[in-house]
């Protein structure tokens, strides 16, 4: 009898227990479809930036660097200085070619003017001449000279006028070539001092004090900490509801999951890591394995949550994304 009892006790115990993983697995099937289905997570995340590479625009010798690494600079900051003495040099020899050249248009306009009297004056022989010709009162040999005269004087004010038409001293061809000369050498010596392109902190230093630094080749790099984003790696199975725009909620592994940062769905990779990388899967080969790729998903974090808690480049992040929105 006692037997009895305990085997209808063991079948009673099975089907609660059955009766609760069935519960179980019947509530766990509805979080997921109404709340778990609208999220899509990943830990596969880390803060990027769109860094500035300052690279000098002249050759010279560096006299001054200002700034170290982790420096904290402002956009227009001076970063170092070029010795100028070259740029100097060029910019007086350009001043003086566009002081030159300025007096010399300005002959050109004189010279209008001077060959327009002596047009005037010639032109005005000849017509008299025109009027006696013929009565004896004067050679053909001193009509021919005074009109040879009256022509040369022609010719010369049209030539004048041919420097001088439709300008002024300003925007003469020659004035504004030694102008372009002369900014040119402006530019080149403010060059001589190396600006920070944006706000940010410095990194990747390279240059020293008394270095040749060549024209195209990086001295420093600035991070805009402030611009930063997040590079999020989903697997491609998680992304066929994922868009831009859509809200993302993510933690920081240097703040700990008590620190929440919001952020946005920016866009989508054009293709998977695999894809981009130096050796990509040659998949037609013969020792091919499938494996699951990811997409980056790039997305934009508050200002405000960065500005309380700054990332740094290369942090890792966890991010969910909420694809019901």
Do not use: C
């Amino acid at each position: 009898m006692q037997t009895n009892t305990n085997s209808g006790n063991r079948k009673k115990l099975f089907v609660l227990l059955g009766a609760g993983a069935g519960a179980l697995a019947l509530g766990a099937g509805a979080w997921w479809w109404l709340v778990g289905s609208n999220y899509v997570s990943t830990d596969n995340a880390y803060v990027s930036v769109s860094s500035a590479i300052v690279t000098p625009l002249t050759t010279g010798r560096v006299e001054v660097v200002r700034v170290d690494n982790a420096a904290v600079v402002h956009k227009g900051d001076i970063l170092l200085t070029i010795d100028p003495a070259d740029a100097q040099l060029a910019l007086n020899s350009a001043q003086a070619a566009y002081g030159a050249t300025w007096r010399k248009v300005q002959t050109y306009f004189a010279q209008v003017e001077a060959r327009r009297a002596d047009y005037e004056r010639t032109k005005l022989d000849y017509q008299r001449r025109v009027k006696i010709q013929g009565t004896g009162a004067m050679s053909n040999e001193e009509f021919t000279s005074v009109k040879a005269a009256y022509e040369a004087a022609e010719a010369a004010l049209r030539a004048a006028e041919a420097l001088t038409d439709n300008t002024d001293v300003e925007h003469h061809p020659e004035v504004m070539a030694a102008k372009a000369q002369l900014d040119t050498a402006k530019l080149n010596l403010s060059r001589t001092a190396i600006r920070s392109p944006v706000d940010g902190v410095v990194t990747q230093r390279v240059v020293q004090v008394g270095q040749m630094a060549a024209a195209g080749r990086p001295v420093m790099t600035i991070v805009p900490v402030q611009d930063v984003y997040v590079d999020a790696n989903y697997k491609e199975d998680q992304l066929a509801k994922v868009r831009p725009g859509q809200p993302v909620e993510l933690t920081s592994d240097l703040y700990g999951s008590s620190v929440k940062f919001h952020g946005t769905v920016t866009g989508l990779s054009g293709g998977t890591g695999a894809a981009f990388s130096i050796i990509p899967a040659q998949n037609a080969t013969g020792n091919w394995i499938k494996v699951v790729q990811r997409v980056p998903v790039r997305i934009a974090l508050d200002a405000a949550d960065l500005k309380e808690h700054p990332l740094r480049v290369g942090l890792s992040m966890n991010a969910t994304i909420d694809v019901s929105k």
